[in-house]
């Protein structure tokens, strides 16, 4: 059975950088299209980014557009989310998220129920 387990969230101050990684164990991710979401204290869990099985294409909300990169090696068989520029806004407990089910669009990316496999989440804090 497969398992996701994310790790380097942490707590920095606004206009700091941080990397988060994802790596799989009993899958092999080369079939999965990755995702990031996250959840906020409070809050509905949201959609952050997400790319295909091949890295071709990606997506990302808006307000983190410009600023996070979501990138994977399948040799590695791992995904990491490289956040940039962050502001207290982006404060909240990031998971990864594969899905092996065919996503042709765009919505089908941002979809939670998609994706099977999730990870336990790692917690980013980010202080004015």
């Known amino acids: 059975q497969g398992q996701l387990v994310e790790s380097g969230g942490g707590s920095v101050q606004t206009g700091a950088s941080l990397r988060l990684s994802c790596v799989a164990s009993?899958?092999?991710?080369?079939?999965?299209?990755m995702a990031w979401f996250r959840q906020a204290p409070g809050k509905e869990r949201e959609f952050v980014a997400s790319?295909?099985?091949?890295?071709?294409?990606?997506y990302y909300r808006d307000s983190v557009k410009g600023r996070f990169t979501i990138s994977r090696d399948n040799a590695k068989n791992a995904a990491d989310l490289q956040m940039n520029s962050l502001t207290p806004e982006d404060t909240a407990v990031y998971y990864c998220?594969?899905?092996?089910?065919?996503?042709?669009?765009?919505?089908?990316?941002?979809?939670?129920?998609?994706?099977?496999?999730w990870g336990q989440g790692t917690q980013v804090t980010v202080s004015s």
């Open positions: 998220a594969a899905s092996d089910q065919e996503l042709y669009k765009e919505t089908s990316y941002r979809t939670q129920r998609r994706y099977p496999y």
């Open positions: 009993g899958i092999s991710l080369s079939r999965y299209a």
């Open positions: 790319i295909s099985r091949l890295g071709g294409v990606t």
